[in-house]
Each structure stands twice: as structure tokens, then as C-alpha cells.
């Protein structure tokens, strides 16, 4: 049981090369999540997926797309990566819970360098 | 709008000392609070829920819907809780859905020898 898993690890890219990160969670989760770490800026979500088959905007959703594939994964796609979004990209799951029980489950991260 | 407070950028408390991490919310609902923790090079965690009113690793945190608070404190503080700490809220998805985390922006407490 792996969890949620995420590709790459790290990644450098040249602004305007575009690419995109992976998400993939075991777990039967149906909400999946994807956030940025900037430092002093906290985890700002960026997109989300309440149920496969649907995506909505998070707070930071400006130079970026989302795909929820399937049930289990959800990829986060830079098309023309900045500067800006240098940052650690988190993805997370969760599954509605009887109330006490809420918890997301995050990924390791991937960390991005746009030069 | 929903929104939550972490006054702190930093903290830094001497072992065996009492800790406490602030983090105040505003929310129009009934409030669901957790604290998050990021221990180094690791992934993000739950440490506690407010509706358990559970202890973890001897941390507590109290709900104080008067003050709009969540503060979660340590009577000794450990080198081993050097970390981030998260203060999230629960709400606000689409629909009226109540499964988006809304996070503060981290307190990363530092616990010298």
C-alpha cells in the first residue's frame, strides 16, 4: 500500500517548456487534490477533483490544468512554465468520512525549478 | 470567505520548555480544525483533529469558538518536534460540499537542546 505517489521527484525546466506531474493514490479515495508550497506562503490549493469525473478551481489555479484520468490519479500539466511557479507541488487524497474521521493523505511532493 | 491564521512565521523554544502554536480561523459555519505537521524531507501529516480531542505525541489543541481559536500546545517540547506546523480548516468546496482544506502558512517551530 503505497499511499499516494508522485512523479517526478525533482524537475528543472526552461520558461516556456511545458510539463506535466503525475499523482497517483492506492487507496480508493474519491477527492485528490493538488497544492504549492512556497515559503512564507504556506499550502495554497491549486486545483481539486471531488469525484472522478469532475475538477474545480483552488485558490492559485492561473498557469495550470488538471486531468482526473481515473479514480486513482490526477496530474497537475504546466503548459508554459514561469518563473512563478517555482515551487513544491503537493497532491493529496481523501475520502468523505463520517464526521471525526476527515484526513487527507499527501504525497511526497515534487520539487520544481523554472530557470 | 473562509480564512486561517498562523501569526507566527517562526518559533523557537529550548527543550523541555512549553510550546504553543497559534492559529485563529474565520469561518461562518461550524467549524472542523485539524493540525498538520511536516517533519524535514518528509510529506506532510495529521497530527490532530480538533473533534477527537485526542493527544498526539503529548499535543493537545483546545477549539475556542469565542475566540475563533485552534492553538495547539506542548507542556515540553522535544527536539523531535522540530517541524512545520499547518493549522487547516475544513469547507468550502463546490456545491455547498464540505471536503477542501483551507491551510494557514505554517509556524516552523524549532526546538534547541
Known amino acids: 500500500n503505497a499511499g499516494v505517489t508522485q512523479t517526478p521527484k525533482f524537475q528543472v525546466l526552461k520558461t516556456g517548456q511545458s510539463m506535466t506531474l503525475q499523482c497517483a493514490q492506492d487507496?480508493?479515495?474519491?477527492?485528490m487534490y493538488w497544492y504549492r508550497q512556497d515559503p512564507g506562503m504556506g499550502l495554497r490549493l491549486i486545483y481539486y477533483s471531488a469525484s472522478e469525473g469532475t475538477t474545480d478551481k483552488g485558490e492559485v489555479p492561473n498557469g495550470y490544468n488538471v486531468s482526473r484520468l481515473n479514480k486513482r490519479e490526477f496530474s497537475l500539466r504546466l503548459e508554459s512554465a514561469a518563473p512563478s511557479q517555482t515551487s513544491v507541488y503537493f497532491c493529496?487524497?481523501?475520502?468523505?468520512?463520517?464526521?471525526?474521521?476527515?484526513?487527507?493523505?499527501f504525497g511526497p511532493g515534487t520539487r520544481l525549478t523554472v530557470t | 470567505a473562509q480564512r486561517v491564521t498562523q501569526p507566527e512565521k517562526l518559533l523557537s523554544v529550548f527543550k523541555g520548555a512549553p510550546v504553543e502554536l497559534k492559529c485563529n480561523y474565520s469561518y461562518s459555519g461550524s467549524p472542523e480544525l485539524f493540525w498538520y505537521v511536516q517533519y524535514s524531507r518528509q510529506r506532510l501529516q495529521l497530527l490532530l483533529r480538533?473533534?477527537s480531542r485526542e493527544s498526539i505525541k503529548g499535543f493537545t489543541a483546545d477549539l475556542n469558538k469565542g475566540e475563533t481559536s485552534f492553538h495547539l500546545k506542548k507542556p515540553f517540547a522535544q527536539e523531535e518536534d522540530s517541524a512545520m506546523y499547518y493549522c487547516?480548516?475544513?469547507?468550502?468546496?463546490?456545491?455547498?460540499?464540505?471536503?477542501?482544506?483551507?491551510f494557514g502558512k505554517g509556524t516552523l517551530l524549532t526546538v534547541n537542546p
Open positions: 493529496a487524497s481523501s475520502e468523505i468520512a463520517w464526521q471525526g474521521a476527515y484526513e487527507q493523505y
Open positions: 480538533h473533534i
Open positions: 487547516a480548516l475544513l469547507g468550502g468546496g463546490s456545491g455547498g460540499s464540505n471536503y477542501k482544506l483551507t
Open positions: 487507496m480508493n479515495h474519491n477527492s
